[in-house]
Protein backbone atom coordinates (compact mmCIF):
# COMPACT_ATOMS: atom_id res chain seq x y z
CA UNK A 1 0.00 0.00 0.00
CA UNK A 2 2.82 2.16 0.85
CA UNK A 3 4.65 1.69 -2.77
CA UNK A 4 1.32 2.69 -4.31
CA UNK A 5 0.98 5.48 -2.65
CA UNK A 6 4.57 6.21 -3.49
CA UNK A 7 4.10 5.82 -7.22
CA UNK A 8 1.15 7.74 -6.83
CA UNK A 9 3.00 10.84 -5.97
CA UNK A 10 5.78 9.97 -8.21
CA UNK A 11 2.79 10.05 -11.15
CA UNK A 12 1.00 13.46 -9.65
CA UNK A 13 4.39 15.22 -9.58
CA UNK A 14 5.43 13.93 -12.84
CA UNK A 15 1.81 14.74 -14.13
CA UNK A 16 1.99 18.58 -12.50
CA UNK A 17 6.02 18.92 -13.48
CA UNK A 18 4.76 17.89 -17.60
CA UNK A 19 1.81 20.17 -17.63
CA UNK A 20 3.84 23.12 -15.74
CA UNK A 21 6.48 22.68 -18.95
CA UNK A 22 3.53 22.14 -21.33
CA UNK A 23 2.08 25.61 -20.31
CA UNK A 24 5.35 27.55 -20.35
CA UNK A 25 6.06 26.70 -23.79
CA UNK A 26 2.42 27.26 -24.74
CA UNK A 27 2.91 30.85 -22.91
CA UNK A 28 6.42 31.36 -24.84
CA UNK A 29 5.24 30.02 -28.24
CA UNK A 30 1.70 32.05 -27.66
CA UNK A 31 1.06 33.89 -24.38
CA UNK A 32 -2.76 33.76 -24.21
CA UNK A 33 -4.02 37.27 -22.85
CA UNK A 34 -5.89 36.74 -19.66
CA UNK A 35 -6.82 32.75 -20.52
CA UNK A 36 -6.92 30.34 -17.50
CA UNK A 37 -4.59 27.15 -18.21
CA UNK A 38 -6.29 24.29 -17.34
CA UNK A 39 -5.33 20.36 -16.49
CA UNK A 40 -6.69 17.68 -18.34
CA UNK A 41 -9.41 15.74 -18.18
CA UNK A 42 -7.56 12.70 -17.08
CA UNK A 43 -5.86 14.39 -14.05
CA UNK A 44 -9.37 15.04 -12.27
CA UNK A 45 -10.52 11.62 -13.16
CA UNK A 46 -7.27 10.32 -11.49
CA UNK A 47 -7.64 12.29 -8.64
CA UNK A 48 -11.23 11.36 -8.05
CA UNK A 49 -10.35 7.67 -8.06
CA UNK A 50 -7.51 8.79 -5.68
CA UNK A 51 -9.73 9.92 -3.10
CA UNK A 52 -12.45 7.00 -3.41
CA UNK A 53 -9.00 4.55 -2.32
CA UNK A 54 -8.77 3.18 -5.91
CA UNK A 55 -4.92 3.34 -6.59
CA UNK A 56 -5.47 0.79 -9.49
CA UNK A 57 -7.07 3.21 -11.80
CA UNK A 58 -5.98 6.18 -10.63
CA UNK A 59 -2.21 5.12 -11.43
CA UNK A 60 -3.88 3.89 -15.41
CA UNK A 61 -5.95 7.40 -15.71
CA UNK A 62 -2.69 9.23 -14.36
CA UNK A 63 -0.40 7.33 -17.04
CA UNK A 64 -2.55 8.39 -20.09
CA UNK A 65 -2.52 11.56 -18.75
CA UNK A 66 1.00 12.19 -18.88
CA UNK A 67 1.99 14.19 -21.90
CA UNK A 68 4.66 12.34 -23.99
CA UNK A 69 7.29 15.19 -24.91
CA UNK A 70 10.74 15.61 -25.12
CA UNK A 71 10.68 16.35 -21.50
CA UNK A 72 8.93 13.84 -19.83
CA UNK A 73 10.59 10.63 -22.03
CA UNK A 74 12.53 9.76 -19.26
CA UNK A 75 9.78 9.74 -16.59
CA UNK A 76 7.80 7.57 -19.14
CA UNK A 77 10.90 5.22 -19.38
CA UNK A 78 10.90 5.06 -15.52
CA UNK A 79 7.49 4.49 -15.03
CA UNK A 80 7.90 1.53 -17.05
CA UNK A 81 10.76 0.10 -15.12
CA UNK A 82 8.88 0.83 -11.92
CA UNK A 83 6.07 -0.97 -13.12
CA UNK A 84 8.23 -3.69 -14.12
CA UNK A 85 10.36 -3.80 -10.81
CA UNK A 86 7.31 -4.18 -8.64
CA UNK A 87 5.96 -7.31 -11.07
CA UNK A 88 3.34 -5.53 -12.93
CA UNK A 89 4.69 -6.50 -16.61
CA UNK A 90 1.69 -5.94 -18.57
CA UNK A 91 1.36 -1.87 -16.82
CA UNK A 92 4.97 -1.54 -18.04
CA UNK A 93 4.35 -3.09 -21.38
CA UNK A 94 1.73 -0.53 -22.21
CA UNK A 95 3.75 2.45 -20.88
CA UNK A 96 6.51 1.47 -23.18
CA UNK A 97 4.50 0.39 -26.22
CA UNK A 98 2.75 3.74 -26.12
CA UNK A 99 6.33 5.70 -25.74
CA UNK A 100 7.08 3.48 -28.45
CA UNK A 101 4.69 4.15 -31.40
CA UNK A 102 5.51 8.37 -30.89
CA UNK A 103 7.13 8.82 -34.48
CA UNK A 104 8.76 12.14 -32.23
CA UNK A 105 11.31 10.01 -30.68
CA UNK A 106 15.29 9.99 -31.67
CA UNK A 107 16.47 7.15 -33.54
CA UNK A 108 18.76 6.34 -30.13
CA UNK A 109 15.51 7.34 -27.92
CA UNK A 110 13.81 4.51 -29.76
CA UNK A 111 15.71 2.18 -29.42
CA UNK A 112 16.38 2.43 -25.63
CA UNK A 113 12.71 2.19 -25.38
CA UNK A 114 12.40 -0.81 -27.54
CA UNK A 115 15.25 -2.42 -25.05
CA UNK A 116 13.30 -1.31 -21.94
CA UNK A 117 10.19 -2.94 -23.94
CA UNK A 118 12.51 -6.56 -24.34
CA UNK A 119 12.88 -6.21 -20.65
CA UNK A 120 9.02 -5.88 -20.09
CA UNK A 121 8.31 -9.06 -22.28
CA UNK A 122 10.99 -11.44 -20.73
CA UNK A 123 9.80 -10.50 -17.29
CA UNK A 124 6.38 -11.47 -18.78
CA UNK A 125 7.90 -14.71 -19.29
CA UNK A 126 6.86 -13.77 -23.23
CA UNK A 127 10.62 -14.51 -24.60
CA UNK A 128 9.66 -14.93 -28.16
CA UNK A 129 8.71 -11.12 -28.54
CA UNK A 130 11.72 -10.67 -26.60
CA UNK A 131 13.86 -12.25 -28.50
CA UNK A 132 12.45 -10.72 -31.78
CA UNK A 133 12.94 -7.08 -30.24
CA UNK A 134 16.24 -7.47 -29.30
CA UNK A 135 17.36 -9.46 -32.49
CA UNK A 136 16.52 -6.01 -34.27
CA UNK A 137 19.11 -4.24 -31.34
CA UNK A 138 21.98 -6.16 -31.84
CA UNK A 139 22.89 -4.39 -34.73
CA UNK A 140 22.88 -1.07 -33.35
CA UNK A 141 26.68 0.07 -32.33
CA UNK A 142 25.72 1.80 -29.28
CA UNK A 143 25.77 1.22 -25.86
CA UNK A 144 21.97 0.34 -26.23
CA UNK A 145 23.10 -2.49 -28.75
CA UNK A 146 25.71 -3.99 -26.34
CA UNK A 147 23.36 -3.94 -23.16
CA UNK A 148 20.76 -5.93 -25.95
CA UNK A 149 23.24 -8.33 -26.65
CA UNK A 150 23.47 -8.74 -22.64
CA UNK A 151 19.81 -9.36 -22.20
CA UNK A 152 19.86 -11.78 -25.54
CA UNK A 153 22.67 -14.05 -23.90
CA UNK A 154 20.49 -13.87 -20.87
CA UNK A 155 17.48 -14.89 -22.70
CA UNK A 156 19.26 -17.57 -24.49
CA UNK A 157 20.39 -18.67 -21.22
CA UNK A 158 16.58 -18.84 -19.95
CA UNK A 159 16.01 -20.87 -22.45
CA UNK A 160 19.02 -23.22 -22.48
CA UNK A 161 19.46 -22.35 -26.08
CA UNK A 162 23.38 -22.56 -25.27
CA UNK A 163 24.96 -22.92 -28.66
CA UNK A 164 21.98 -19.49 -29.61
CA UNK A 165 23.52 -17.52 -26.36
CA UNK A 166 27.43 -18.53 -27.15
CA UNK A 167 26.72 -17.33 -30.80
CA UNK A 168 25.68 -14.34 -29.59
CA UNK A 169 28.61 -13.29 -27.47
CA UNK A 170 31.16 -11.47 -29.58
CA UNK A 171 34.11 -10.82 -28.66
CA UNK A 172 34.01 -7.02 -27.31
CA UNK A 173 31.35 -8.26 -25.36
CA UNK A 174 33.30 -10.76 -23.08
CA UNK A 175 35.75 -8.18 -22.69
CA UNK A 176 33.79 -5.76 -21.64
CA UNK A 177 31.50 -8.23 -19.72
CA UNK A 178 34.44 -11.01 -17.20
CA UNK A 179 30.54 -12.49 -16.08
CA UNK A 180 30.04 -13.74 -19.18
CA UNK A 181 32.99 -14.93 -19.61
CA UNK A 182 32.55 -17.28 -16.57
CA UNK A 183 29.07 -18.12 -18.12
CA UNK A 184 29.90 -18.84 -21.16
CA UNK A 185 32.23 -21.08 -20.61
CA UNK A 186 29.53 -23.16 -18.49
CA UNK A 187 27.17 -22.97 -21.65
CA UNK A 188 29.81 -24.30 -23.91
CA UNK A 189 29.80 -27.23 -20.73
CA UNK A 190 26.42 -27.41 -20.91
CA UNK A 191 26.78 -28.69 -24.68
CA UNK A 192 29.16 -30.75 -23.45
CA UNK A 193 27.37 -32.70 -21.31
CA UNK A 194 25.00 -33.10 -23.67
CA UNK A 195 27.36 -34.89 -26.22
CA UNK A 196 28.75 -37.06 -23.76
CA UNK A 197 25.28 -38.64 -22.60
CA UNK A 198 25.28 -39.32 -26.07
CA UNK A 199 29.00 -40.87 -26.72
CA UNK A 200 29.95 -38.06 -28.96
CA UNK A 201 33.37 -37.52 -27.16
CA UNK A 202 34.78 -35.60 -30.40
CA UNK A 203 32.22 -33.38 -30.48
CA UNK A 204 32.09 -33.27 -26.43
CA UNK A 205 35.92 -32.71 -26.15
CA UNK A 206 35.43 -29.49 -28.78
CA UNK A 207 33.28 -28.19 -26.57
CA UNK A 208 35.23 -28.43 -23.66
CA UNK A 209 38.60 -27.03 -25.08
CA UNK A 210 35.84 -24.29 -26.27
CA UNK A 211 34.78 -23.39 -22.13
CA UNK A 212 38.53 -23.72 -21.41
CA UNK A 213 39.05 -20.81 -24.06
CA UNK A 214 36.52 -19.13 -22.14
CA UNK A 215 37.77 -19.35 -19.02
CA UNK A 216 40.97 -21.19 -18.08
CA UNK A 217 39.79 -21.56 -14.51
CA UNK A 218 36.68 -23.07 -15.28
CA UNK A 219 36.43 -26.77 -12.76
CA UNK A 220 33.70 -28.13 -14.51
CA UNK A 221 35.02 -28.40 -17.83
CA UNK A 222 38.24 -29.99 -16.44
CA UNK A 223 35.70 -32.58 -14.39
CA UNK A 224 34.00 -33.12 -17.84
CA UNK A 225 36.83 -33.74 -19.63
CA UNK A 226 37.75 -36.37 -16.66
CA UNK A 227 35.15 -38.32 -17.57
CA UNK A 228 35.36 -37.82 -20.63
CA UNK A 229 38.17 -39.49 -20.07
CA UNK A 230 36.77 -42.32 -17.65
CA UNK A 231 33.92 -42.96 -20.32
CA UNK A 232 35.96 -43.49 -24.09
CA UNK A 233 38.33 -45.99 -21.35
CA UNK A 234 41.46 -43.46 -20.85
CA UNK A 235 40.91 -44.04 -16.93
CA UNK A 236 44.61 -42.97 -15.76
CA UNK A 237 44.34 -39.47 -17.76
CA UNK A 238 40.90 -39.07 -16.05
CA UNK A 239 42.67 -39.75 -12.71
CA UNK A 240 45.22 -37.09 -13.29
CA UNK A 241 42.89 -34.46 -14.74
CA UNK A 242 40.77 -34.97 -11.13
CA UNK A 243 43.71 -34.70 -8.85
CA UNK A 244 44.67 -31.45 -10.59
CA UNK A 245 40.94 -30.09 -9.88
CA UNK A 246 41.89 -29.40 -5.62
CA UNK A 247 44.58 -27.18 -6.62
CA UNK A 248 42.60 -24.91 -8.81
CA UNK A 249 39.73 -24.71 -6.14
CA UNK A 250 39.52 -27.14 -3.39
CA UNK A 251 35.81 -26.10 -2.53
CA UNK A 252 34.69 -28.88 -5.23
CA UNK A 253 36.69 -31.72 -4.38
CA UNK A 254 33.82 -33.89 -2.97
CA UNK A 255 32.32 -33.30 -6.47
CA UNK A 256 35.45 -35.24 -7.67
CA UNK A 257 35.27 -37.81 -5.57
CA UNK A 258 32.94 -40.44 -7.22
CA UNK A 259 34.62 -40.31 -10.64
CA UNK A 260 38.28 -40.77 -9.28
CA UNK A 261 36.90 -43.87 -7.11
CA UNK A 262 34.99 -45.05 -10.68
CA UNK A 263 38.58 -44.15 -12.58
CA UNK A 264 40.67 -46.18 -10.01
CA UNK A 265 37.97 -49.23 -9.92
CA UNK A 266 38.02 -49.74 -13.76
CA UNK A 267 41.74 -49.63 -13.47
CA UNK A 268 41.22 -52.10 -10.56
CA UNK A 269 43.35 -50.46 -8.15
CA UNK A 270 41.87 -49.95 -4.49
CA UNK A 271 45.02 -49.51 -3.21
CA UNK A 272 45.85 -46.22 -5.46
CA UNK A 273 42.59 -44.82 -4.63
CA UNK A 274 43.31 -45.63 -0.97
CA UNK A 275 46.76 -43.68 -1.18
CA UNK A 276 45.59 -40.89 -3.07
CA UNK A 277 42.73 -40.60 -1.03
CA UNK A 278 44.84 -40.26 2.12
CA UNK A 279 47.31 -37.73 0.32
CA UNK A 280 43.77 -35.51 -0.24
CA UNK A 281 42.81 -35.84 3.33
CA UNK A 282 45.97 -34.56 4.74
CA UNK A 283 45.38 -31.81 2.61
CA UNK A 284 41.86 -31.08 2.72
CA UNK A 285 40.21 -32.03 5.58
CA UNK A 286 36.63 -33.10 4.12
CA UNK A 287 34.45 -35.41 5.57
CA UNK A 288 33.36 -36.58 2.20
CA UNK A 289 36.81 -37.69 1.55
CA UNK A 290 37.58 -39.47 4.72
CA UNK A 291 34.08 -41.29 3.97
CA UNK A 292 35.23 -42.43 0.39
CA UNK A 293 38.84 -43.60 2.28
CA UNK A 294 37.09 -45.58 5.30
CA UNK A 295 34.48 -46.90 2.67
CA UNK A 296 37.93 -48.06 0.33
CA UNK A 297 40.23 -49.36 3.55
CA UNK A 298 36.75 -51.85 4.23
CA UNK A 299 36.96 -53.23 0.54
CA UNK A 300 40.15 -54.04 1.26
CA UNK A 301 39.22 -55.77 4.58
CA UNK A 302 41.50 -53.83 6.61
CA UNK A 303 38.45 -52.72 8.77
CA UNK A 304 39.79 -51.68 11.90
CA UNK A 305 41.77 -48.97 10.60
CA UNK A 306 39.14 -47.65 8.72
CA UNK A 307 37.51 -47.32 12.18
CA UNK A 308 40.90 -45.91 13.70
CA UNK A 309 40.60 -43.10 11.10
CA UNK A 310 37.18 -42.21 11.26
CA UNK A 311 36.95 -41.87 14.73
CA UNK A 312 40.40 -39.88 14.82
CA UNK A 313 38.79 -37.50 12.52
CA UNK A 314 35.55 -37.01 14.42
CA UNK A 315 37.50 -36.31 17.76
CA UNK A 316 38.90 -33.28 16.04
CA UNK A 317 36.77 -32.46 13.44
CA UNK A 318 33.51 -33.44 13.99
CA UNK A 319 30.49 -33.71 11.34
CA UNK A 320 26.84 -35.17 11.39
CA UNK A 321 27.73 -37.70 8.76
CA UNK A 322 31.23 -38.93 10.06
CA UNK A 323 29.35 -39.59 13.10
CA UNK A 324 26.83 -41.23 11.43
CA UNK A 325 29.54 -43.14 9.44
CA UNK A 326 30.78 -44.11 12.34
CA UNK A 327 27.82 -45.97 13.86
CA UNK A 328 27.83 -47.84 10.82
CA UNK A 329 31.88 -49.27 11.46
CA UNK A 330 30.89 -50.15 15.21
CA UNK A 331 27.72 -52.19 14.12
CA UNK A 332 29.87 -54.55 11.80
CA UNK A 333 31.55 -55.35 14.88
CA UNK A 334 28.63 -55.63 17.08
CA UNK A 335 25.68 -57.92 18.51
CA UNK A 336 22.93 -58.52 20.51
CA UNK A 337 22.00 -55.67 22.73
CA UNK A 338 24.94 -53.40 21.99
CA UNK A 339 23.97 -54.00 18.08
CA UNK A 340 20.46 -53.18 18.97
CA UNK A 341 21.31 -49.32 20.59
CA UNK A 342 23.62 -48.27 17.92
CA UNK A 343 20.43 -48.95 15.30
CA UNK A 344 18.39 -46.87 16.85
CA UNK A 345 21.30 -44.46 17.75
CA UNK A 346 21.71 -44.45 13.64
CA UNK A 347 18.07 -43.93 12.97
CA UNK A 348 18.46 -40.81 15.15
CA UNK A 349 21.72 -40.21 12.80
CA UNK A 350 19.40 -40.58 9.55
CA UNK A 351 16.60 -38.46 10.82
CA UNK A 352 18.86 -35.65 11.44
CA UNK A 353 20.44 -35.97 7.83
CA UNK A 354 17.50 -36.09 5.63
CA UNK A 355 17.26 -33.48 3.40
CA UNK A 356 19.89 -31.96 5.22
CA UNK A 357 21.40 -29.00 2.85
CA UNK A 358 25.08 -29.91 1.94
CA UNK A 359 25.79 -27.01 -0.78
CA UNK A 360 24.84 -22.82 -0.19
CA UNK A 361 25.12 -20.34 -2.88
CA UNK A 362 27.66 -17.70 -2.09
CA UNK A 363 26.04 -15.04 -3.28
CA UNK A 364 22.41 -15.55 -2.10
CA UNK A 365 23.06 -17.73 0.49
CA UNK A 366 20.30 -20.81 -1.57
CA UNK A 367 21.06 -23.45 0.34
CA UNK A 368 20.49 -27.26 -1.71
CA UNK A 369 21.27 -31.32 -1.22
CA UNK A 370 23.08 -31.35 -4.55
CA UNK A 371 25.70 -29.40 -6.52
CA UNK A 372 24.42 -27.09 -9.08
CA UNK A 373 26.42 -25.49 -11.56
CA UNK A 374 23.89 -22.35 -11.98
CA UNK A 375 22.04 -21.00 -8.39
CA UNK A 376 18.54 -21.49 -9.27
CA UNK A 377 17.79 -18.80 -7.02
CA UNK A 378 20.25 -15.61 -8.15
CA UNK A 379 21.53 -17.75 -11.26
CA UNK A 380 24.99 -17.01 -10.92
CA UNK A 381 27.22 -19.57 -12.59
CA UNK A 382 30.04 -21.76 -9.79
CA UNK A 383 28.61 -19.66 -6.79
CA UNK A 384 27.21 -23.28 -5.05
CA UNK A 385 30.25 -24.26 -2.60
CA UNK A 386 29.67 -27.24 0.03
CA UNK A 387 28.55 -26.25 3.31
CA UNK A 388 31.74 -26.87 5.78
CA UNK A 389 30.87 -27.87 9.28
CA UNK A 390 28.87 -29.98 11.87
CA UNK A 391 26.30 -30.16 9.36
CA UNK A 392 28.18 -30.25 6.58
CA UNK A 393 31.66 -31.20 5.43
ZN1 LIG B 1 22.45 -17.81 -5.45
Redesign the pocket.
Known sequence: MLTDFLLLVILVLALATGWWLGRREKYRRTPPPGATPELSRDYFVGLNYLLNEQPDEAIDTFVRALEVNSDTIETHIALGNLFRSRGESDRAVRVHQNLFARPSLTKEQSARVQLELARDFMSAGLLDRAERLLLELTENNSETGQNSQVLLVDLYEREKEWQKAIHTLSSSLLKDHPRLQKAAAHYACELASELLAKNQFAAARKQLKQAQAFDAACIRATLLMAQLELQSGSAKSAIRLLLRIPNQDANYLPAILQTLVDAHLLLDQPEELAKNLEKLLVEHSYTSILLHLAQTLRSLGRHQEALEKVSHYMRHQVSLKGVDYLIDLYMDQASGEERAHLVTLRTLTRQLLEHKPEHQ?T????QSVQLYWQ?P????WG??KPIIGVEGE
Do not use: L
Open positions: CSCGFCKCRESI
